[in-house]
């Protein structure tokens, strides 16, 4: 039972009324239950039971339910059994679920009944794990927290509905956090769990490890279990206070947590990437996937691995030999730009896997396309017109560079009075033009040259972390220290492509990391240099001194020229 899914387990949610005396002269009056399944309220079950001893007037009026309707109602030994069936293979589910639990177990035993021992999921600890700023937890109360509807209570079956509709209400976060029902009893801290492995003491519930020494400063921390194995990997631009937080999100990772370990970094950008790195190496159970993933950025990338390549837009860079451009915000934007370039080219506009056709496309038929598909075209030939789209992007803004060139056909086709063409061209700029101003990146391969970027510090200017940048992967980083920046500048250029090479190398390993980092640069536009041969420290001093930042590069210089 324990091993099931939380998602497709089904729940029954029940509510008992008693009349209201303590210890064994407490009597079970009426219950109510409904049955959950799938996050959603289905069959539904009441009944009173009778009495021995007359009901007070004080219960009468608090629950509403007389000694005449009770006089009426069936013994427990009618009743109990249908619930009974109810929970077979289900998951007992209670607003103060110990109340409810007390007094079943409590009828049960006076009916000669033996107790099913269902698994059991309170809604108050859910409110508690789940809600933790809604400080009232009452039934009605929470459920009005929660957007849930109350018309009627203290009766067993309006009262097991909300405490359904409630639990519904919470069941995603539960699900998200728990994948079983053993995880979700763990979780919180109900009683019937899953043995606990030996290295994970079962200390006090709401104890935490000392989280006082993370500092109110941008980088990483590491969650580690009594062995120090590593459980979580996060970071935040604040580390005590996103620390402190998981110990509300209701993560089951953090029942195990015993120890957290940090580390600072100058900026946001430097702790996404040491996280990404961590988390690779470490593979700590509790990161599903990875960090900030930057929805809406794609690339224009053409991989240069079959004779006739073509132009595609992808969510990522193309790992191994390819021309990667971006990255840019918007997919149809950036899907529109790549049919204007296979058009103004003559390039492929159907997939990898090109088709053979006896007959051209209807492309082909408009001299938009070379035909490749009649297998009578000449790699080299297609490959020319290729290479001429692909360089508008290399070593330059690729926007700029497309306008000029549509300006250039614009003026062969007038020269030659070709003025048809002229005019289609000249409304093709046009549209080139105000699509080019909704694509927000930069229209530039990545492979191309090397950068010194500045990532800044969240709040405190002066401070940053120098990020460099050769061939569209993060080649080195870290603090801005002015004694090496040259000498790291020179390795970073050093591992650039050459200028004008078209197409570079980008290993599997690396494409997570630069789609992660030109997201990044994208969205924050920091600092940045251009590194060249001719780049040494006069250059950086004068780069840096721009940013806030004082020193001197004279030593790296020196570093850098002993080097060479």
Known sequence: MFDQPTATTEYIAVDTETNGLSGDR??????GAVLVGGGELHEEWDSLVSVATPLGRGIQRFTGISQEMVNGAPPLEEVLPRLEKMLRGRVLVAHNARFDVRVLRQAFARAALQWPDPPV?????????????????????????????VHEVHRALPDARTCAQVF?????????????????????????????????????????????????????????????????????????????????????????????????T???????????RLIKALKPPGNVRGKADPDGYVYIRCRLDIPFPILEV???????????????????AAAELVEQLNSLFGLRHCGRSMPRREHPSAYGQMGRCLSPCLNDLDPNVYRERLDAALRLFVGRSGGEALLARVDEQIAEASAAQRYERAAWLAR??????????RLGGVLRAIHTGARLV???????????????????????????????????????FAEAPPAGRLGGWMPAEAVAEARLVGWWIVANSPPALELSASV??????????????????????????GVA
């Not at 407490?26 to 219950?31: G, R």
């Not at 250059?539 to 570093?559: H, T, V």
């Open 454 to 492: 500045l990532a800044p510090h969240p709040e405190k200017r002066g401070r940053f972390d120098a990020i460099w940048i050769a061939g569209g992967r993060v080649v080195d980083w870290g603090a801005v220290d002015g004694s090496s920046l040259v000498a790291r500048s020179a390795r970073a």
């Open 314 to 332: 992808a969510r990522e860079p193309a790992a191994g030999h390819a021309v990667c451009v971006g990255p840019v915000r918007g997919r149809a």
């Open 168 to 264: 519904c209400a919470l069941f995603g976060r539960l699900c998200a956090n728990a994948p079983t029902i053993g995880d979700a009893l763990n979780l919180l801290g109900a009683r019937k769990v899953r043995a606990r492995p030996p290295s994970v003491p079962n200390r006090p519930r709401g104890e935490r490890p000392h989280l006082a020494a993370l500092p109110h400063e941008p980088g990483v921390y590491i969650f580690r279990d009594a062995d120090g194995k590593p459980l979580y990997v996060g970071k935040s631009v604040d580390l005590r206070v996103r620390a402190r937080s998981h110990f509300t999100s209701g993560a089951s990772w953090t029942q195990q947590a015993e120890h957290v370990d940090h580390t600072v």
């Open 26 to 31: 407490c009597e079970l009056t009426e219950i």
């Open 121 to 149: 999921i309170c809604t108050v600890q859910m409110a508690r794990r789940f809600a933790p700023l809604q400080q009232k937890r009452g039934l009605a109360r929470l459920a009005g927290a929660l957007g849930v509807e």
């Open 536 to 561: 040494g420290g006069a250059q950086i001093d004068r780069f840096l001194a721009r940013n806030g930042i004082n020193g001197s590069s004279r030593e790296g210089e020196r570093l850098a020229s």
């Open 266 to 276: 100058e900026s946001e950008l430097g702790a996404l990437l040491l996280e990404d």
């Open 428 to 437: 093709r700029r046009e549209r080139l033009e105000s699509l080019l101003a």
